[in-house]
């Protein structure tokens, strides 16, 4: 199709589309043809045509053009001009041009991607352009497009435009397989996406889909549920200023799953943009030429498709730590470098807007010519996730099952709601069930347990309200502990003080008091009353060495409990909370910095965390105003003694009498656990003995006990267990 024929009908299909950008195209070509010919024209009247023999200096030396020649290159291009604003008052921009306004590229550009499209277009210009080429080859070079499109005064200025860091390189437009500005006989090639763009596929380059996701401005999604203090308003806001003001960098950062590629959607949505998501998580170990290439058509198809580009994966790339232990992608200490000069390279002229999502702990934002603003998405908070679990569980399948009770059972991230909600009907379906609150529960703990796993523990002991042997006055602070978690709803957001305290305020507990008084049993006493999982924190797992490195570990050990709603337990827990101290050198400021942290994360923990201690007065004082329930844990009294070995002894063999066990009570002041270390090991004796757990062998027990925790005793336990208890040998 010529321009003489380009398409007269409505441009509203995929086919009109492609026809009317064919049109157009041909009308560009049609005019690059008539300048080729009277170039040609020119040049052979005076001998210089290359392809015919012509010799000299052709392209400083060549003739001016003829009257009728000048009348036929302005008639192509009036023909040419009148389809493209004909097109344009339809409602539709041919890709050529879009591409040139999208990318800031000029006119002298323009004639490039031209000349470069030419030969794989139409085939008479082969041998158009082999007239021009001193060998004879047929494929556009740069002396074509200088000599024939551009006066001779301009050669130089116009050369530049071909180097590899001005757009048409750094969009990969044109092809150089030198890597340098292309002398003048080199050829001008199109790359595969200039080609197929210009020709009216104007999706996304196949080359960059399997790394990226294009969700356009009229996408149909759910709507995002936005939290009280939503972001959106201000980021558009940002987004708006006018110039001068230099588009930013948008660090996104929060937990995993929590919505932060879908807030940047929603910003974009509400400007009328299209999202473009590239992961660059795979990059890890490249060498720079391949993730500045990467970056590169990034860069360039958010501006084809009027896309907020979006890149994920830069904190895994900056800080392998931020990566799961079991990824096997590779790292290099560099990685970190080289992606931010690469960013800082292809970002140096891009007018608009770029983010980065990054998971929460990540404060290592690049360091580039632009502002930056950092944006954090938490949790949402009850009301929020009640529309979430409203918006994606049918209530069809859920048998009465409502959303509040989800929402006060599990904080979910967006990103969970949906992929349990999706497998809870998978489930409800294969099974012909309905959804219940067992079938989302045991749905959301598997989803979370495995990425607490690395840096705590699972405890799977189950004790209950009739294993705890405690005071009363311990039990009715555990039940306060409880009462918190349960009605904090009511009392936050029906009572209004969420306005008032802020959404994120943390339930937190200190359980002090000698070894063995029942600490931990406690807490799983709490956890299992609430339906929670609980986590044991492995301080090795936490603590580092290394600046920086224990908060970012306790970062992710707070967001992962937060998603996990698990409580977790910090078990001697003054190795973290320990006093401030007065700075003196870099190991005091390191430590003061991580007490800060822990103390605001723990504040503002929507989990509940219990800290365990025996050494309550080596904590930090501004510890005391953040714990919500402070339980002391003292050493049980005779009653209480009484009661911790009847309970620990009416399932072994043996007769004890009622004064047997106020004996023990009234003679060895031992606390719970080492009761139950001495019936412990009394159980073994008698087994290996052949003996039942009478009197004498749990008290040789329990003076054993008092021999290990370094207390005064009479006699030698040891010699009078073997002296009553012989062991038997060969059984």
């Known amino acids: 199709m ?75 291009a009036r023909h040419r001009d009148a389809l493209t604003a004909r097109l344009v008052r339809d409602g539709f921009e041919p890709p050529l041009s879009r591409l040139v306004r999208r990318l800031g590229l000029d006119e002298d550009d323009r004639r490039f991607l031209v000349v470069a499209l030419a030969s794989e277009l139409a085939a008479d210009f082969r041998g158009l352009f082999a007239l021009f080429d001193p060998r004879g080859r047929d494929v556009p070079t740069v002396a074509t497009a200088l000599s024939a499109l551009v006066p001779p005064a301009r050669w130089v200025a116009v050369r530049q435009r071909l180097d590899p860091l001005a757009p048409l390189g750094r969009y990969r437009l044109v092809e150089n397989e030198a890597g ?66 230099q588009p930013p960098l948008l660090v996104v950062r929060g937990p995993v799953g929590v919505g932060r590629a879908r807030l940047v959607e929603d910003v974009a949505h ?68 080289v992606l931010s000069l690469a960013l ?17 702990g990540f404060d290592a934002a690049p360091e580039l010519r632009r502002p930056v603003l950092v944006v954090d998405v938490a949790l949402p908070d009850p009301v929020a996730t ?40 998978r489930r409800a379906t294969i099974e012909h069930c309905p959804i219940d609150l067992d079938m989302v529960r045991d749905l959301v703990k598997g989803a979370r347990r495995h990425r607490l796993r690395d840096i705590a523990t699972l405890v799977e002991r189950a004790y209950t309200w009739d294993d705890l042997i405690a ?46 008084t029942g600490k931990t049993m406690a807490a799983s006493v709490v ?46 827990a003054d190795s973290l909370f320990a006093k401030r101290t007065e700075v003196k050198d870099s190991h005091d400021r390191s430590a003061n910095l991580k007490v800060n942290y822990l103390l605001q994360r723990i504040e503002h923990f929507s989990g509940i965390a219990v800290l365990t201690t025996n050494l309550p007065e080596n904590f930090d004082e501004a510890l005391a105003r953040r714990v919500s329930v402070r339980v002391h844990f003292p050493k049980p009294d005779e009653a209480l003694r009484r009661t911790l070995w009847a309970s620990m002894l009416d399932t072994l063999p043996g007769a004890r009498s009622e004064a047997d066990l106020e004996q023990l009570a009234h003679t060895f002041e031992l606390s719970g656990g080492l009761i139950r270390n001495a019936v412990l090991r009394a159980a073994y004796m008698a087994a290996a003995r052949g003996v039942d757990v009478d009197y004498a062998l749990l008290e040789i027990a329990a003076r054993i006990e008092l021999r290990h925790q370094h207390m005064l005793m009479r006699g030698d336990p040891m010699k009078d267990l073997v002296e009553r208890y012989p062991m038997r040998r060969g059984s």
């Open 527 to 572: 956890a299992r009353e609430l339906g929670l999982d609980l986590f044991q924190v492995d301080l090795s797992k936490v603590m580092s060495k290394w600046v920086g490195e224990t908060e970012k570990h306790l970062a992710t050990l707070f967001d992962e409990a937060e998603r996990a709603h698990a409580l977790i337990l910090f078990d001697e």
């Open 386 to 425: 009640e529309a979430l679990w409203s918006q994606y569980l049918p209530s069809a399948l859920t048998a009465g099952l409502r959303s509040d009770a989800l929402a006060a059972a599990f904080r979910s991230s967006p990103g969970e709601v949906e992929a349990v909600s999706r497998e809870a009907v």
């Open 180 to 245: 340098e500005i292309p002398g003048l006989h080199d050829p001008l090639r199109p790359s595969l996406r200039l080609l197929r763009f210009a020709s009216g596929e104007v999706g996304l380059d196949p080359a960059l889909a399997q790394r990226a996701q294009l969700i356009a401005s009229t996408a149909t999604r759910l709507p995002r549920i936005a939290t009280r203090d939503d972001p959106a308003p201000r980021l558009v806001a940002c987004l708006a200023l006018p110039p001068p003001a």
């Open 270 to 337: 509400r400007r009328g943009q299209a999202t473009l998501v590239v992961d660059l998580t795979d990059l890890a170990g490249s060498p720079p030429e391949a993730v500045t290439r990467v970056l590169a058509e990034a860069i360039r198809e958010a501006r084809l498709q009027d896309a907020l580009l979006v890149l994920r994966g830069y904190a895994e790339l900056v800080a392998p730590e931020m990566r799961g232990e079991d990824d096997p992608r590779p790292h290099t200490s560099n990685s970190g470098r």
């Open 471 to 516: 005071r009363p006055e311990v039990k009715a602070q555990l039940d306060e502990l409880v009462a918190r978690h349960r009605n904090r709803r009511v009392v936050m957001e029906g009572w209004g003080l969420a306005r008032r305290f802020g959404e994120a305020v943390g339930i937190s507990a200190l359980f002090e008091g000698p070894p063995g």
């Open 344 to 360: 800082s390279d292809v970002l140096a002229d891009h007018p608009h807007a770029v983010a980065l999502t990054v998971p929460s």
């Open 2 to 76: 010529s321009w003489f024929s380009a398409p007269k009908k409505a441009v509203v299909g995929a086919a009109e589309q492609h026809e009317a950008a064919r049109g157009h195209l041909d009308a560009e070509l049609e005019y690059l043809r008539v300048v080729l010919n009277v170039a040609a024209r020119r040049l052979e009247r005076a001998g210089l045509l290359p392809g015919r023999g012509g010799g000299g200096d052709p392209f400083t030396r060549a003739p001016a053009p003829d009257p009728l020649e000048v009348d036929a290159i302005e008639d192509a």
